[in-house]
């Protein structure tokens, strides 16, 4: 089984839909979780982060951690073309003096106008 | 807003050469990561640094790898004997203590 679990897509959505983008995990060890966008030859941007379990909102996104069922979410709200990207989710457990972090395969988004 | 550099965006070499990839992480940041991403694969960790020493190294960083922080801004990543395998994106990032890392957009690097 993978660590982080991720589906790849791709995901097409009509501008202003809500977006659902999720991860799974094996790892009970983790305890911070982020979500970054990578556009095409960029490098990950990041978007969310939250280091405990329910919900944290910050503008059209909202990150939503579940760590009893080992599962993440990014809700996008009103989606735009300019959110089109490979979303990643990445997670840490905080262990060690500089914590790695582990990464899903990457969601890609296209939104379309 | 502050963010990680690098240099070159893309670099190609011949197999069997050595190769140095630069960055100059966030200036207040004092924990350094090196990460790779093969095309269509997913981000891998490669090696984390602080205090002027490696804190954490993954499977993929063998000895034909090795990181320096030269002097107080830049951080590098040097592969010695470069192979067809090692061609991927290499991404540095930085961050302060737990807080999350930001990721510079990368250095491309191709082995022929």
């Known amino acids: 089984q993978k660590e982080v679990e991720q589906d790849p897509g791709p995901l097409s959505v009509p501008e202003g839909a809500i977006v659902s983008l999720n991860c799974t995990y094996s790892?009970?060890?983790?305890?911070?979780f982020m979500w970054y966008r990578q556009y095409s030859r960029k490098g990950p941007e990041l978007l969310m982060y939250?280091?405990?379990?329910g919900n944290k909102e910050d503008g059209r996104f909202t990150a939503q951690v579940d760590k009893s069922s080992k599962y993440i979410s990014l809700f996008i709200r009103d989606s735009q073309p300019s959110d089109s990207a490979t979303y990643l989710c990445?997670?840490?457990?905080?262990?060690?003096?500089?914590?790695?972090?582990?990464f899903g395969t990457g969601t890609r988004l296209q939104v379309t106008l | 807003e502050p963010e990680v550099t690098q240099t070159p965006s893309h670099q190609v070499t011949q197999m069997g050469q050595e190769v140095i990839l630069r960055c100059v992480p966030i200036s207040n940041h004092l924990y350094f990561y090196w990460y790779r991403q093969i095309l269509g694969q997913k981000v891998e960790f490669l090696v984390s640094?602080?205090?002027?020493?490696?804190?954490?190294k993954s499977e993929i960083f063998d000895d034909q790898f090795s990181v320096e922080r030269p002097d107080g801004s830049n951080f590098t990543l040097k592969i010695r004997s470069t192979k067809l395998e090692d061609s991927a994106m290499y991404f540095c990032?930085?961050?302060?203590?737990?807080?999350?890392?930001?990721f510079g957009d990368g250095t491309r690097l191709s082995i022929l």
């Open positions: 990445a997670m840490g457990d905080g262990t060690g003096t500089a914590s790695k972090l582990t």
């Open positions: 990032a930085s961050s302060v203590g737990l807080r999350p890392q930001h």
């Open positions: 939250t280091y405990s379990s």
């Open positions: 790892n009970s060890a983790f305890q911070y």
């Open positions: 640094f602080y205090n002027n020493e490696i804190s954490e």
